[in-house]
């Protein structure tokens, strides 16, 4: 299983993509962190992390939950549990850094900014993700890529966080075998 980002990888990644946020953005006023939960979720505390330690400003974060508006998880069989997006700070007129783990179809990215605005209407939505693995099935592109790895369909990134009881952060690209283990 090859390892695509390890601790220290992934630490340096985060420092890179906090500073691509605050030259994009000309510094951080009005700018908000939004994780799809739960990956995202871990993504957007970091970098609020890294910006409050290379800044000294704290920037708002909080994690969204996009289980009622993925296109593909809701039917008539399935639908999922709806959880209360409170973010704890207004959105509108904000500059919406809205972060994931990984990219790949982009219905999770299409879906984050569906549950964005029912929340407010921000000034505008950039997307940060971890790993770019390619693969689109709709028109999104990521504003702030840590990384790009081109996968097969049978392939997967496999995300290990230890604020999700992983022994060390970790990212690597499993087999569909090695994901059914």
């Not at 691509?20 to 505390?45: H, P, Q, T």
Request: proline residues 3%.
């Amino acid at each position: 299983m090859p390892v695509i980002l390890d601790e220290k990888g992934l630490k340096r990644t985060l420092v890179r993509l906090s500073h691509e946020i605050e030259e994009k953005n000309e510094g951080l006023d009005g700018v908000v962190l939004i994780g799809v939960k739960r990956g995202g979720e871990i993504v957007a505390e970091r970098l609020k992390s890294e910006l409050q330690s290379g800044t000294g400003i704290s920037v708002p974060a909080a994690g969204l939950d996009i289980g009622m508006t993925r296109d593909d998880l809701v039917s008539a069989f399935f639908v999922p549990d709806a959880g209360v997006n409170e973010l704890g700070f207004d959105i509108s007129g904000k500059k919406v850094v809205l972060c994931d783990d990984v990219l790949h179809t982009g219905r999770s990215a299409v879906a984050g900014i569906e549950a964005l605005f029912r929340l407010g209407r921000p000034k505008c939505i950039e997307l940060l993700v971890l790993v770019d693995r390619g693969g689109r099935e709709l028109p999104v592109r990521a504003d702030f890529v840590g990384k790009n790895v081109p996968t097969s369909r049978s392939e997967y990134v496999s995300v290990h966080f230890t604020e999700l009881g992983a022994e060390r952060d970790e990212l690597a690209v499993i087999g569909r075998n090695d994901a059914e283990r």
